[in-house]
């Protein structure tokens, strides 16, 4: 059966390695957009998915490109599989595969939709995190919720650090829903119910605006804490707070 991957880092490379440790499925190509991605996945030596799948001879392509290479396979592809890739999928391009397009979401569905979900799970305070893996459809991440990669919040996590708790927890899940697939067939995978107390919220690209100050009153709290650990992520701009009118960055890292 053919599966196609659509990504550009080592998340998606794990995928695809683990995806050709079956005789059953084929990969004919992969699609990537962004060659300028920053790989802070948890795991440093993985190469980036355009690169890995240049070594193994498997043909990078561009989203534009995706329905005329399916239309050149002699079989539809099963199913697609994005891993933070950095384009919006339509109609037309979920409608090139037989059952559809599975995503890897970076936060808890339907709690910690859109963006910036580490960053969020944090400042809400929560002690469990994780991921999501859901059926794409026309809205964002508003598709079937197939299962939730549950990680625990540690007392010491910062965003990177849940971050990659969350890629890794990410990949475990969908080794399991792969597996499902190819035993019972993808249109018959199980799904999971989000709990009943579950919040449903999107987070667009302005949501965190005005969030980053801690005043100099409150450094002492809890809640400024959560703040400092939720801005604590390599190559972005940390929580502050304000000293003679000056930003005064606040990190818990070294």
């Given at each position: 059966m053919n599966i196609v991957i659509f990504g550009e880092l080592p998340?998606?490379?794990?995928i695809l390695q683990f995806l050709q440790s079956f005789e059953s499925?084929?990969?004919?190509?992969v699609v990537c957009e962004n060659y300028n991605a920053k790989n802070l996945d948890p795991w440093p030596e993985t190469p980036m998915l355009y690169e890995y799948a240049a070594s193994q001879n498997i043909p990078v392509i561009k989203l534009n490109e995706l329905e005329a290479y399916c239309a050149k396979l002699s079989e539809k592809p099963v199913v697609g599989i994005t891993a933070r890739f950095s384009r919006i999928l339509k109609e037309n391009h979920l409608s090139v595969f037989e059952n559809g397009i599975i995503n890897l979401h970076g936060g808890l569905l339907p709690d910690f939709g859109g963006l910036y979900s580490v960053n969020h799970m944090l400042l809400s305070g929560n002690k469990i995190g994780g991921g999501s893996i859901h059926w794409i459809d026309l809205g964002i991440d508003t598709g079937a919720l197939i299962k939730r990669c549950i990680c625990d919040i540690?007392?010491?996590?910062?965003?990177?650090?849940?971050?990659?708790?969350?890629?890794?927890?990410?990949?475990?899940?969908?080794?399991s829903v792969v597996s499902e697939g190819l035993e019972r067939g993808f249109d018959k995978i199980s799904h999971e119910v989000a709990p009943a107390d579950a919040k449903p919220a999107y987070y667009s690209k302005g949501s965190l605006e005005g969030l980053r100050e801690v005043a100099f009153s409150e450094l002492g709290s809890e809640k400024a804490l959560r703040t400092i650990r939720a801005f604590d992520f390599p190559g972005y701009e940390p929580a502050y707070t304000m000293i003679a009118g000056q930003k005064v960055f606040l990190r818990v890292t070294i």
């Open positions: 998340l998606a490379t794990k499925i084929n990969v004919p190509f540690a007392a010491e996590d910062n965003a990177f650090s849940l971050h990659q708790k969350v890629q890794a927890s990410l990949l475990d899940g969908l080794k």
